[in-house]
Each structure stands twice: as C-alpha cells, then as structure tokens.
C-alpha cells in the first residue's frame, strides 16, 4: 500500500511539473507576442498544442522504459545478492519476469500506436498534431449575429 501511494505521488508531480512549465512556456509565448513581430522559441519549446502532445508523449515513453530498465537491473542486483535463498532468488525472477512484460506490452503499445497513424495516412505521429494551430490570445474578431457588429 505504502508502495503503490509513493508511486502514485512521483508520478502526478512529475506530470505536473511537466504541464507547468510547458504551460509557463505557452504563456511566455502569447506575451511576446502581443508585442508585435515573430517569437522565435528555442530548442526544447512548443511553438503549438500538437507540438506539446508530441514532446509529452516522447517523455512518457522514454521514462517508461527507463523505469522498466530500472525495475530490471533491480531485479538482476536481487538475484545476484540473494544467497541461494529460493524465495529471494524467486522473487528477483518475478522481477525480472515483470520487467520484460512491461517491455512487451511498451513495445506493442508503441507498435499499434504507430500502425494506426500510418493507417489514418499520417507518415510519422508528429504529423498527427500538425494541424493544430497557435492560440492568440490577443485577437479578437466580430461575432456574427450580434447587433452593431460587437465584439
């Protein structure tokens, strides 16, 4: 139980902090640019949403494999140390077990993700999000159907 809370509170502070500063970003951005010209964002920015989904999703793969490698080199430390005792010996292989599972079903994930793109006619997943456009929070345009043409 202790476990499964820590687990849970690591993960829903790293996803928010990766939302806060992709946020901070996208407000630095909308700021810059109500002061007339281009932004040129930097290396490791989002210049849109689909951009961000992008990032977001390469992230969260590459910290899953590495907590599947992690998770494996402990269970691989587990059985080196674990003295002839079967149960420990047992239990690091569980790990291990585990760990290759969780590998697997990262891989197929990744495979069906990709499958689809390709048969939606999409030639790479960041395509996907390319037709997202920016928000400008500074422009405003008429509503139509509004008396006096009011904004």
């Known amino acids: 139980m202790k476990n499964t ?3 849970m509170v ?13 946020g901070t970003a996208f ?8 002061l007339g010209g281009t932004v040129q964002t930097g290396k490791g920015f989002a210049e849109n949403i689909g951009g961000l989904i992008s990032s ?8 899953a494999a590495l907590m599947i490698l992690i998770y494996m080199i402990w269970g691989g ?23 290759v599972v969780g590998l697997i079903i990262l ?10 793109i390709n048969f ?8 996907l999000f390319s037709n997202l456009k920016q928000i400008n929070a ?4 008429p509503i139509p159907g509004l008396p006096g043409g009011m904004e």
């Open 27 to 34: 407000a630095g951005t909308a700021e810059l640019s109500k």
């Open 138 to 141: 500074g422009t405003s345009a």
């Open 77 to 99: 430390i587990q059985w080196v140390t674990s003295g002839g005792d079967s149960g420990k010996t047992e239990e690091a292989r569980n790990k291990i077990t585990a760990a």
């Open 56 to 63: 977001v999703l390469t992230f969260v793969m590459l910290i």
């Open 5 to 7: 809370l820590t687990n």
């Open 107 to 116: 891989a197929a994930a990744w495979a069906v993700f990709l499958i689809v």
């Open 120 to 127: 939606l006619g999409f030639s790479k997943y960041t395509d």
């Open 10 to 22: 690591a993960k829903t502070s790293l996803i928010s902090t990766s939302l806060f500063i992709a």
